[in-house]
Nanobody, 115 residues
Framework: QVQLVESGGGLVQVGGSLRISCAASGSIFRINTMGWYRQAPGEQRELVATITSGGSTNYANSVKGRFTISRDNAKNTVFLQMNSLKPEDTAVYYC?????????WGQGTQVTVSS
């Protein structure tokens, strides 16, 4: 079992920055990839960014150059630094951890970008 707890969401103005965090606990040694997904009202959940245990990253085209995913293996935490935020970035952001083919999810944290 893996437990994920997100933090750091909130309200920010267009062009602003925000960093959200996800702390993992439990069977963390089994995690291979961690990432962030988001879901806006009425939309499907979509990939934002992922990072492997080796540090390789992958980003959605819509956030490339603005968002940075990183991880602190000592603290079992993954971060998402979001810069130059746009109204279309407004969503609930969910932390994800993959163990084999199984996905664990956090409870989500709301990010709202106001214009």
């Amino acid at each position: 079992q893996v437990q994920l707890v997100e933090s750091g969401g909130g309200l920010v103005q267009v062009g602003g920055s925000l960093r959200i965090s996800c702390a993992a606990s439990g069977s963390i040694f089994r995690i291979n990839t961690m990432g962030w997904y988001r879901q806006a009202p009425g939309e499907q959940r979509e990939l934002v960014a992922t990072i492997t245990s080796g540090g390789s990253t992958n980003y959605a085209n819509s956030v490339k150059g603005r968002f940075t995913i990183s991880r602190d293996n000592a603290k079992n935490t993954v971060f998402l630094q979001m810069n130059s935020l746009k109204p279309e970035d407004t969503a609930v952001y969910y932390c994800n951890a993959k163990v084999g083919t199984y996905n664990y999810w956090g409870q989500g944290t709301q990010v709202t970008v106001s214009s």
